[in-house]
């Protein structure tokens, strides 16, 4: 099993940066991909970004240009770096990663972007 702890979201205004960090601990060794999502208030849970071991990346559209995400595999860790925020980015944010048929989930992260 995996466990994955997200952290770095707050209060930020329209055309700001926030930078979140998920580490993972556990059963590190099985992870390949790991994963972003976001949930808004009353909305379902989308996929924002993922990257694959070797560094290949994938984004949703409505962050193609924005967003960025990385990972190092030494410290087991994934980053979202998000610059150029909007009001629709708010949401909370989560990583999110499957070993062994088994889904993994952080806490999730807040970040809230005022216009």
């Known amino acids: 099993q995996v466990q994955l702890v997200e952290s770095g979201g707050g209060l930020v205004q329209a055309g700001g940066s926030l930078r979140l960090s998920c580490a993972a601990s556990?059963?590190?060794?099985?992870?390949?991909?790991m994963y972003w999502y976001r949930q808004a208030p009353g909305k379902q849970r989308e996929l924002v970004a993922f990257?694959?071991?070797?560094?290949?990346?994938n984004y949703a559209d409505f962050v193609k240009g924005r967003f960025t995400i990385s990972r190092d595999n030494a410290k087991n860790t994934v980053y979202l770096q998000m610059n150029s925020l909007k009001p629709e980015d708010t949401a909370v944010y989560y990583c999110?990663?499957?070993?062994?048929?088994?889904?993994?989930w952080g806490q999730g992260t807040q970040v809230t972007v005022s216009s």
């Open positions: 556990g059963n590190i060794f099985s992870i390949n991909t």
């Open positions: 990257i694959n071991r070797g560094g290949s990346t």
């Open positions: 999110y990663v499957r070993v062994l048929s088994q889904d993994s």
